[in-house]
Structures are given as structure tokens and as C-alpha cells.
């Protein structure tokens, strides 16, 4: 039996979270500069997003640019941005003919002018497309995004507030948590991504760098969530 066939399609993961780590270590592996594991990271993207479309998954989130990746030597981050404008340009007649919304999580004021008019154009024009949402976190710090939501609920003058009033106000507002959230490449962190969000979601780590991360590696996740009992803290 193919993993596919073990998947329960009337089960799925409704939102799934990628923590995509590893390029640089595909690279480093293949005595290839680390750029050329991004380039392949941008490939599994692509593939990724059109399978999670395909089987309807209905919100993908994937970590592409954490607050702290700004340490990261010049030429790393510019070869990053380079990737991120030509994914947006390449991608944004798939992502209308595949009824797909793109959104940002995370502070764009700092991005590079030109990506922040990328973002706000593919952003735009995909907005009512109902099939998928894909959500790539940029310049995205789960702390940052906890404090800016406690700052707009004082400034809204809410007293006595809820966590529901948390969840309006950060980047994911209206969206449903994720059900699982994937790390690629071994480590076991989570690294300051969506730190509220995933309160119940179910981790699934694999050792598979993610220039590497297949169609089979992606079911097998699903494979494993679905074999997990969510019990969101009851018996
Ligand atoms: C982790 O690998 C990956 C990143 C920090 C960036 C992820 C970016 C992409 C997949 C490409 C750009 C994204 C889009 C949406 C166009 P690492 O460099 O931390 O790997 P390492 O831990 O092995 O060094």
C-alpha cells in the first residue's frame, strides 16, 4: 500500500505549519555555497504548496524569514530576498489559476522596498481566492507578534480581555491553529514560531533536510498526525 492510500482524506490536517530548516546543510553536504540550498528550499516550496492545494489542505504556513535570521551574513540575506522576488513574480499566475491567497505573517516595514510592493501586489490579487491559504512568515518573531497583539488591545482600551481577543490580533486573526506542525532537518525547537498558535497542535520532526522534503515525506507526516489521538487536554 502506497502512503497515500493510508491517508484518511476525510481526516485531514485542516492547517499545517513547516518549520523548512536545512538548506544550508543539503548544501554544505553536496560542497555546494549555501545559496544553492535555498534555490532548492524555493523548488520544495513550490512542490509542497501544490500538493497540500491538490489534496485540500485548507491554510499552509511555512517559516521562511525569522526575526533573527537578519544575523545571517549579508550576502545570505540578499541572496534570500533575491529567491523570495522571484518566487512572488513567478508564482503569482499559478497562485490565481490555483485559487490560492497569499498572505504574510510578520513585520514587512523592514523588507527590502520592492518585495514589500511584491507582497502588497500578490497579496492583492489573490486575496478572495478560496482554495488555499498559504501564509509565509518573513521578518516573523512569534514574541514580536504576541507583544504587538498585547499593545493593540491596550490601545483598543480592552478591558478584562480573553485569549480570544489575543488570537484577533495577531497575524493568523480568523484563521483556525495549526493541527500540525512539521520541522524538517532533526532539531527540536521551535524557534520562536507561532509560539500561541500551536498551544495543541501535534510536532512531527523528521531528520529530512527540506530541499529534500518530497511528496512522500509530506504524506508521511499526515501518515503520522492522523495516527496520533488529539485529546486538547482531556481523557
Ligand atoms: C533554513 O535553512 C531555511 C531558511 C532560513 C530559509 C527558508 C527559505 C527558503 C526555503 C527559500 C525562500 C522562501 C520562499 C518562500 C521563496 P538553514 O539555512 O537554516 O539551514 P541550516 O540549518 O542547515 O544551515
Redesign the pocket.
Known sequence: MSLREKIDFLKLPQHIAII??????WAQNKFLP?II??TN??KT?KNIVELANSINIKVLT?Y??STE?WKRPKDEIFG?MT??KS?LKSELESMIKNNIAFRVLGDTSRLPEEIQEEIANVSEKTKDNTSLILN?ALNYGSRQEILKAVKNIIDKKIDNPTEQDISDNLYTKSLPDPDLLIRT?GEMRVSNFLLWQIAYSEIYVTDVL?PDFSEEEFYKAIVEYQKRIRKFGGI
Do not use: E
Request: no cysteine; hydrophobic share 50%.
Open positions: 523548512m530548516d536545512g538548506n544550508g546543510r549555501r540550498g535555498h528550499g524555493v516550496v511555512l521562511a524569514f535570521n534570500l529567491l523570495l518566487y509565509i532537518s527540506w
